[in-house]
């Protein structure tokens, strides 16, 4: 099989190594890539957003899948203009991957299918935002709908902060992605990700896992796209899987199918688990960076296997293996992220880091110069480790992280605490 990966962070990296164990692969392709998804793959040199140079490299290699790492690329439709060139693609389709592209689009199904989430309005103007925040009283989350990299969420503990929120979205802080506002209820819980790996009509359990949005340790500072995450989240015991998938999952994708628009792809579901249960807090429609890293690091099945027969619709009855191991990912930061940082600067003693057999450094921004590996983007490195405790696959990873030899870099030092507090009872 030739495979092209589209992507160019940790979570492609974690992908691409997963893809190149498989006895399938003859050939793997990635574009963008990064100094380390080109150690394990070739580089396709395409521009991902020319989605006729992405068909032509296509027919040209005789590729037999396209993966798609993460959601641009997918709500702008690469997988549609693939399978309408006859190309097969592991992704959704432009209108699937609204569950992403649009918060109140989720909202709606939400409501439509009985799937269980906080109550919500929608808005186009500031004056009815405004007037049902007053109405509903604080605590509550106004979002921007649209894609807005992960900022456009605000969880206003005053109605003040509710009342600036709207104002600041319909004054263009989040472009058009903020031309919209959902508004809805505070959900009390602890947080959990679940990913599901989804065909159109089938859905299969994969792993569950928690990450780390904050930069600064105990869960402080502005938002990331994430410094850290492990696999599996202790909170999410086999009942509340099985909750999740019967009251969350499995309606998304009827109610998907009943509408036009399939789902085929990474289904991860950002659950609060409050005492009423799992609710859904949003949908992406990809695989999460870095909780892709744990997840791939405890994957015993062949992942291109898998995502073949997702992309056939041949799901049902497939299984899944995983490791009983937890794997916990560090990422290593450029300082100053997710404000202004340096790029260029160079990152020594990787090998060495990585000499432990259950450690694997994933790059995310990064670019080689030559035989030296430069620092290209914020989130730089995603440091991952087994271990037979989420204690000791943190212990593996810092220990990793600690001989990487890059002054310009910074990591969070407490990744993994809320699970390593609970093993500790
Ligand atoms: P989102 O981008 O929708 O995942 O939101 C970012 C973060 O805001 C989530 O990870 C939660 O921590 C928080 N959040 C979003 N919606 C809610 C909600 N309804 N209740 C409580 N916290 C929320
Ligand atoms: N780690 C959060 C995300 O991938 O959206």
Redesign the pocket.
């Given at each position: 099989m030739n495979v092209l990966l589209i992507g160019s962070g940790g979570r492609e990296h974690a992908l691409a190594w997963a893809l190149a164990k498989s006895p399938l692969i003859e050939a793997l392709y990635a574009a963008p890539g990064n100094a380390g998804i080109d150690r394990v793959a070739t580089s396709a040199g395409l521009d991902v957003a020319d989605h006729a140079a992405v068909v032509a490299f296509c027919r040209e290699k005789a590729i037999d899948l396209v993966v798609v790492g993460p959601e641009a690329p997918l709500v702008a439709g690469l997988a549609d203009d693939l399978v309408a060139a006859g190309i097969r693609v592991f992704g959704p389709s432009t209108a699937a991957a609204r569950l992403e592209g649009s918060k109140g689009f989720t909202k709606d199904l939400c409501a439509k299918y009985g799937i269980p989430t906080?109550a919500y309005g929608r808005f186009t103007d500031a004056a009815s935002a405004a007037a049902y925040v007053r109405d509903k009283g604080a605590p509550i989350?106004v979002?921007a709908d649209g894609l807005a990299a992960?900022k456009g969420?605000v969880?206003a503990m005053t109605e003040e902060q509710a009342l600036d929120a709207v104002a600041a979205c319909f004054e263009g802080s989040f472009g058009d992605a903020g031309a919209e506002v959902v508004i809805?209820?505070?959900?009390d819980g602890e947080?959990a990700s679940f990913f599901a790996i989804c065909d159109g009509k089938t859905a299969l359990p994969l792993a569950t896992a928690q990450d780390h949005?904050r930069v600064f340790d105990g869960d402080e500072g502005p938002n990331t796209g994430g410094m850290g995450a492990y696999s599996p989240a202790p909170v999410m015991s086999d009942a509340l899987v099985a909750r999740t998938m019967a009251e969350i999952i499995e309606p998304t994708l009827r109610g998907m199918a009943d509408m036009g628009c399939p789902f085929t792809g990474i289904l991860y579901a950002?659950l609060?688990i409050t005492k009423d249960g799992p609710e859904l807090?949003?949908y992406n429609v990809r695989f999460g960076d870095p909780e892709c890293q744990a997840l791939m690091m405890r994957l015993e099945s062949d992942l291109l296997e898998l995502l073949l027969a997702a992309a056939d619709g041949k799901l049902e009855g497939k299984s899944v293996s995983w490791r009983n191991e937890s794997a916990l990912c560090v990422v290593v930061a450029a300082k100053g992220y997710p404000g202004s940082y340096e790029k260029g600067t160079e990152i020594r003693g990787l090998d060495a880091a990585a000499s432990d057999p259950a450690v694997e450094i994933f790059h995310a921004g990064t670019k080689a110069d030559g035989d030296r590996i430069l620092a290209n983007g914020g989130r730089v490195l995603g440091v991952t480790a087994l271990g037979t405790t989420v204690a000791e696959a943190q212990k593996r990873a810092y220990r990793a992280v600690d001989a990487i030899d890059w002054p310009e870099g910074f990591c969070r030092r407490d990744i993994g605490w809320r699970a390593v507090e609970r093993e500790r009872g």
């Amino acid at each position: 099989m030739n495979v092209l990966l589209i992507g160019s962070g940790g979570r492609e990296h974690a992908l691409a190594w997963a893809l190149a164990k498989s006895p399938l692969i003859e050939a793997l392709y990635a574009a963008p890539g990064n100094a380390g998804i080109d150690r394990v793959a070739t580089s396709a040199g395409l521009d991902v957003a020319d989605h006729a140079a992405v068909v032509a490299f296509c027919r040209e290699k005789a590729i037999d899948l396209v993966v798609v790492g993460p959601e641009a690329p997918l709500v702008a439709g690469l997988a549609d203009d693939l399978v309408a060139a006859g190309i097969r693609v592991f992704g959704p389709s432009t209108a699937a991957a609204r569950l992403e592209g649009s918060k109140g689009f989720t909202k709606d199904l939400c409501a439509k299918y009985g799937i269980p989430t906080g109550a919500y309005g929608r808005f186009t103007d500031a004056a009815s935002a405004a007037a049902y925040v007053r109405d509903k009283g604080a605590p509550i989350v106004v979002k921007a709908d649209g894609l807005a990299a992960g900022k456009g969420v605000v969880v206003a503990m005053t109605e003040e902060q509710a009342l600036d929120a709207v104002a600041a979205c319909f004054e263009g802080s989040f472009g058009d992605a903020g031309a919209e506002v959902v508004i809805e209820a505070f959900l009390d819980g602890e947080e959990a990700s679940f990913f599901a790996i989804c065909d159109g009509k089938t859905a299969l359990p994969l792993a569950t896992a928690q990450d780390h949005k904050r930069v600064f340790d105990g869960d402080e500072g502005p938002n990331t796209g994430g410094m850290g995450a492990y696999s599996p989240a202790p909170v999410m015991s086999d009942a509340l899987v099985a909750r999740t998938m019967a009251e969350i999952i499995e309606p998304t994708l009827r109610g998907m199918a009943d509408m036009g628009c399939p789902f085929t792809g990474i289904l991860y579901a950002g659950l609060m688990i409050t005492k009423d249960g799992p609710e859904l807090i949003e949908y992406n429609v990809r695989f999460g960076d870095p909780e892709c890293q744990a997840l791939m690091m405890r994957l015993e099945s062949d992942l291109l296997e898998l995502l073949l027969a997702a992309a056939d619709g041949k799901l049902e009855g497939k299984s899944v293996s995983w490791r009983n191991e937890s794997a916990l990912c560090v990422v290593v930061a450029a300082k100053g992220y997710p404000g202004s940082y340096e790029k260029g600067t160079e990152i020594r003693g990787l090998d060495a880091a990585a000499s432990d057999p259950a450690v694997e450094i994933f790059h995310a921004g990064t670019k080689a110069d030559g035989d030296r590996i430069l620092a290209n983007g914020g989130r730089v490195l995603g440091v991952t480790a087994l271990g037979t405790t989420v204690a000791e696959a943190q212990k593996r990873a810092y220990r990793a992280v600690d001989a990487i030899d890059w002054p310009e870099g910074f990591c969070r030092r407490d990744i993994g605490w809320r699970a390593v507090e609970r093993e500790r009872g």
